[in-house]
């Protein structure tokens, strides 16, 4: 039977719950095989820890791919996170020429949050991941990643008007479609997400309620389940919405939980995430 086939490309932060160990088990739960290609391996991920180790795993990407094509392995889907250098945008720049025809290249250029960078990235980088969203069908940044692309002044947050004109610059960096993670709606009381496919200028969106609480991870929550339920042949609206469902159930179970600011407890929502792929066949 046919199985969608996704690679995701990021790299293994060993504890913390992010990137690779979010991907794997949440696009696997949706019925999804999912293959992997780790960037690095490190310790924790770089928010709120410190002293973290970083094995750059550069050099193996490659050999990895070369193998791979020797295999006559092909992917349905490409989703990229977290990436370390400006060699690794390259790198999946390659593997998008070589294995990306009729694939969907989804790329969640991971950078920042509230404003900030993440330790590590500056604006040259910033200038680098926009090439790469040039060559990607879909691109999920969230509002510090597209302002940084974008290189105008993050504006604290974003109502829908001004994200319909974000959605509209992001797509002239050469991207199909552009998602805008961390929308507000109904004057900060609702929460989502909004995307603009510039190829039939349809603007799609998927709002639920604002959960005061904020958790390491959650992009990357979003973006997996959100990668999942495309792989699964799910229309634009619907993978908002399961995406947005999921990843709100994941903070809300989490909230209070302060041992827990590392990552959310996304394991305990994966029957909801299942349950919400059925309802929307
Ligand atoms: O959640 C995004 C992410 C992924 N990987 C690493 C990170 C972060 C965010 O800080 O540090 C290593």
């Known amino acids: 039977m046919y199985q969608p086939r996704v690679l995701s ?10 990137s ?60 990229t996170g977290y990436l370390g250098s400006f060699r690794q945008l390259e790198l999946v720049g390659q593997i998008f020429d070589d294995f990306g025809k009729g694939a969907l290249k989804l790329v969640d250029p991971v950078m920042g949050d509230n404003g900030k960078l993440y330790t590590g990235f500056d604006e ?26 974008l290189g105008i002044p993050y504006p604290g947050d974003c109502g829908r008007e001004y994200a319909k004109e974000l959605l ?31 190829e039939t200028g349809e603007y799609s969106e998927y709002y639920s309620d ?3 609480a904020k958790f390491h991870g959650t992009g990357d929550v979003w973006a997996s389940s959100f990668c999942g339920a495309l792989a699964l042949g799910k229309t ?7 995406a947005v469902e999921y990843t709100v159930a994941c903070i809300k179970i989490s909230a209070g939980d302060d041992e ?12 909801l995430l299942v349950d919400l792929i059925g309802k929307n066949k």
Request: aromatic share 8%; charged share 20%.
């Open 260 to 271: 827990h600011k590392y990552g959310v407890r996304f394991e305990e929502c994966i029957p």
């Open 9 to 18: 490309i990021q790299d293994i932060s060993c504890f913390g719950k992010c």
């Open 20 to 79: 690779l160990t979010v991907a794997l088990p949440v696009i696997s739960a949706m019925g999804v095989e999912t293959a992997i290609l780790p960037t690095a391996v490190l310790s924790t991920h770089t928010g709120g820890f410190t002293g973290f180790t970083f094995r750059d795993l550069t050099d193996d990407v490659e050999p990895i791919c070369a193998h791979w094509k020797k295999e006559g392995i092909t992917f349905g889907s490409i989703y």
């Open 210 to 212: 604002h959960v005061d």
């Open 236 to 242: 634009m609206d619907e993978a908002l919405k399961i």
């Open 124 to 149: 040259n980088f910033a200038k680098g991941m926009a090439k790469l969203c040039g060559k990607a069908d879909i691109i999920v940044p969230n509002l510090t990643e597209a302002c940084y692309m």
């Open 168 to 198: 509209k610059k992001l797509t002239s960096l050469g991207c199909r479609i552009a998602v805008l993670t961390g929308v507000m709606d109904c004057g900060g009381k609702k929460h989502g997400v909004m995307a603009y496919n510039s």
